[in-house]
């Protein structure tokens, strides 16, 4: 008989656990709050237009390279293009432009245009760039690191070695370090925010660019729900079961043993392991009440790690933007203030670059700024919510008219997500996009991994970004994946992918 696996969420981590449970004989049924797919990786039609949440880019969308095997395991890339840009973004204060080109020779010549003395530095980062081009990161996921044996570590050490400088220099220095060593002052604020967030190690970045300069960091066509979508039809061919409106209130326990799930209609499901794949303090404080956390889990959800909230504001435009920039962040002379705190920077994204997202002629624009959780978490529920969201966009909108002039009166719809939407739409704690935000203090949990299990509970194991700092695609599925090698370990059975 078929041991019986229930997962909670079928975001990419469930769905991944979910499709490695089936190719390895387990019977697995996953169990979804929305209904839809993809959890953090999704999009939402309105009027025509697709406005997509999560993906960027994806590690792992070149053939043969890093992560890509994974995907085709997954049934995600499979005839789907993907969409490599030849520069990741645009960063302008009006009068000077940094254009992040992923060739890091391009990106040397035009960095050092813009400042001739600090050749040396943009020298040492285009550098880094490069040597991570051959860098493997899906090494470090293939197996959970509590099953590896000392010649699996030390083949993984030899993997490892050639960057082991480049990791200890660059992985524990943030953007807004690195930046305060230039002396440009337009490059101290714009390689600040090169990576999306000051905090932000340059690593991250380097790998980032190199994945890109290989073509193994591009868009999947089609946009986040449709690759979710691929993932979630692979577990269902498989023989999957999916559970939708079914949202878990309580993990039964017995004898310290995980043994089914209780859903808020009260409905009971018994099965022989459990895998969370959803929020990591509401599984750990809520589901299972606290009783299998210690002292260092404590410590992990006591709100002194750093977390990602954002607000996006996606616009519907009767433009055709296609030959502008697909990503440009605006540095401002003047802050302003959103959600009661002042923002220098905004970042302005179309996504004309894959048509099957909005009408002929038109265009997908997205808005996307930081913002405090606890903000909106205080006003939500009365009118001063609605307000403050038609408030922001409105300021975001006029900054944007006046980058493209007269785009105001082109706008067909306009859709304003806040953190309290995440929270609501994935249960994810303070609404973060990506768990555990990757900042010098988180960068040794990737590296070391974070466990996938709780002391003291047997049968039970979790994925998803609150076990894996950074809160990629990639790394989500491989801790799905990760979930069900430790279920094979405890069958005694060996792992097929």
């Not at 990786?41 to 792992?60: Q, S, V």
């Not at 509590?146 to 030899?158: H, Y």
């Not at 210690?294 to 750093?306: A, F, N």
């Not at 540095?331 to 909005?358: M, N, Q, T, W």
Request: glycine share 12%; net charge negative.
């Amino acid at each position: 008989m078929e041991k019986h696996i229930l997962i909670i969420g079928a975001g990419i981590a469930g769905l991944a656990a979910g499709v490695y449970a089936r190719l390895n004989g387990f019977r697995a049924t996953i169990f979804e709050l929305h209904d839809l797919p993809g959890g953090l990786c999704t999009a939402w039609e309105r009027k025509g237009y697709i406005f997509d949440g999560c993906i960027h880019y994806l590690f792992g969308s070149g053939e043969g390279q890093p992560f890509n095997q994974m995907w085709h395991e997954l049934g995600a890339v499979q005839n789907r293009p993907m969409i490599n840009h030849d520069e990741y973004q645009r960063i302008t204060d009006g009068e000077h432009t940094l254009t992040v080109f992923t060739d890091p020779d391009k990106l040397h010549a035009h960095m050092a245009d813009l400042s001739p003395d600090d050749e040396p530095l943009i020298r040492q980062f285009c550098e880094g760039v490069r040597q991570f081009t051959e860098f493997d990161m899906s090494a470090m996921y293939q197996k959970p690191k509590m099953l590896m044996n000392a010649a699996e570590w030390g083949e993984l050490g030899l993997k490892m070695l050639p960057y082991l400088g480049a990791v200890t220099k660059w992985g524990m220095l943030s953007a807004g370090e690195f930046a305060a060593r230039f002396k440009h002052p337009f490059l101290q604020r714009a390689i600040s925010q090169m990576f999306s967030w000051e905090e932000a190690p340059v690593m991250m970045g380097m790998s980032l660019l190199a994945y890109m300069q290989t073509g193994n960091a591009g868009f999947p066509v089609g946009g986040s729900l449709e690759f979710a979508r691929a993932i979630e039809r692979r577990f269902l061919e498989l023989g999957g079961e999916i559970r939708y409106k079914a949202q878990v209130e309580k993990i039964i326990v017995e004898e310290d043993c995980a043994v089914g799930v209780r859903l808020y209609n009260d409905e009971v499901h018994r099965g022989d392991y459990v895998i969370s794949a959803c929020d990591g303090r509401g599984t750990i404080f809520d589901m299972l009440g606290g009783a299998f956390a210690d002292k260092r889990i404590r410590r992990m959800y006591d709100g002194h790690l750093s977390t990602h909230s954002m607000m996006q504001i996606s616009l519907g435009v009767k433009r055709d933007l296609s030959a502008a920039p697909h990503w440009v962040t605006h540095l401002l002379d003047e802050p302003v203030l959103v959600a009661g705190e002042p923002r220098g920077e905004i970042g302005v994204k179309h996504y004309c670059f894959d048509p099957s997202l909005a009408p002929a002629g038109k265009s997908v624009v997205e808005l996307i700024v930081r913002t405090n959780y606890a903000y909106w978490q205080r006003i939500y529920g009365r009118k001063l919510y609605d307000d403050e969201q038609r408030q922001v966009s409105g300021i975001m909108i006029d900054h944007l008219n006046r980058w493209m002039p007269g785009l105001k009166g082109e706008i067909e719809f306009v859709d304003e997500a806040t953190p309290l939407s995440y929270e609501r739409y994935t249960g994810n704690w303070m609404g973060s996009t990506c768990g555990w935000l990757m900042t010098k203090e988180t960068m040794p949990m990737l590296i070391q991994g974070l466990p996938k299990t709780l002391p003291g509970l047997k049968n039970f194991f979790m994925a998803g970004q609150w076990v894996e700092p950074g809160g990629s695609v990639p790394l989500a599925a491989a801790s799905g994946r990760n979930a069900v090698q430790l279920v094979c370990a405890e069958e005694g059975v060996e792992f097929g992918g």
